[in-house]
């Protein structure tokens, strides 16, 4: 199915574009969001992304503004949600790393979540347990929906949150140990090289699109680089705005497409979990 909504672009440069996602380029957040990349310097070019419509799906979108990009791509490519907030010149500082490390291909900034003690930055690769939790989430029924969101609970706390408190804290004192991958959202900035690489994401996917996309970078024998002193802000949920479902049949068939994309990932990879544990080992650095 094609793209059916807008895009916006915005500014010139031939060394970094950024790609960004929004369900109304006239909401408050993404206002303020358009008004500090304007007063970035120096100057980079806007790709903004619009679609709310009932087929939404993220791999859809980020291709639409990819498929902008490759007409007049440039060095570097940044990927961001619209609900960030740059401290100081933190673009700036991933692109500087980019620009002096040859080896690497990507690079993400540390992530501060609203309310959290601890900075976001890795995620845990999937294991054979997370499959099985995804299964058994995809055939409870909506009468019990409590189950399923017990389920993703188990998911969130012991792929995402645990691994993250694990990996830093505020003070920036992080480790990356074997199976951690790099968070490519809410931001990341890549070489134009690997994007040509790697290429589109996977339309199959309404949620994981990006798990999937950090695997196959992996995959690619691409270097990924955490940047201590770039922090972005990440407010939260604010990118998914009018697609927020509200009613629990709506929240249960949301929940059942996320399990569902876990479980697409599991199929895909599980015959190359080894090899991702070992590429993300020697291929995920702190700078």
């Known amino acids: 199915m094609s793209f059916k909504g807008k895009i916006y672009l915005e500014g010139e440069s031939s060394n970094l574009a950024m790609i960004a996602l929004t369900p109304d380029i006239k909401r408050e957040i993404t206002v303020n ?3 500090m990349v304007r007063g970035l310097k120096p100057s980079i070019k806007l790709i903004i992304v619009e679609d709310s419509g009932a087929d939404f799906s993220f ?9 902008v990009w490759m007409k007049s791509p440039t060095k ?3 990927f961001a949600h619209d609900d960030i907030r740059f401290e100081g010149n933190s673009i700036n500082k991933l692109v500087d790393v980019l620009e002096a490390h040859n080896d690497i291909d990507v690079v993400v900034p540390i992530i501060k979540e609203p309310g959290a003690e601890n900075v976001s930055i890795l995620n845990r690769i999937t294991p054979k347990d997370f499959y099985f939790y995804s299964r058994i989430g995809s055939i409870i029924p909506i009468s019990l929906f409590p189950v399923l969101e017990y389920f993703r ?14 990996a830093g804290t ?32 996977d339309e199959n996917y309404y949620f994981g699109e990006d798990i999937d996309y950090t695997y196959r970078l992996y995959l690619a024998n691409a270097r990924a ?25 709506e929240k249960y068939i949301h929940l059942k497409k996320e399990l569902n994309a876990w479980n697409m990932i ?19 650095l702190i700078i």
């Not at 994007?195 to 994401?201: E, F, I, T, W």
Request: hydrophobic share 35%.
């Open 76 to 78: 570097y490519l940044a």
């Open 266 to 284: 599991h199929r895909k990879y599980r015959k190359e979990f080894d090899l991702l544990y070992e590429k993300a080992k020697e291929n995920t």
């Open 225 to 249: 680089a955490v940047v201590r002193d770039s922090v972005v802000e990440h407010f939260g949920s604010y990118s998914i705005g009018k697609r927020e479902t509200k009613t629990p049949k």
């Open 170 to 201: 505020n003070n920036h004192d992080l480790s990356v140990s074997e199976g951690y991958i790099i968070r490519l959202f809410p931001m990341c900035v890549l070489k134009k090289s690997i994007v040509d690489k790697v290429g589109l994401y």
């Open 33 to 35: 969001f358009m008004n």
């Open 153 to 166: 609970g188990i998911i969130r706390k012991k792929y995402f949150l645990e691994p993250q408190r694990e």
């Open 59 to 67: 791999a859809k979108s980020w291709n639409a503004g990819l498929n």
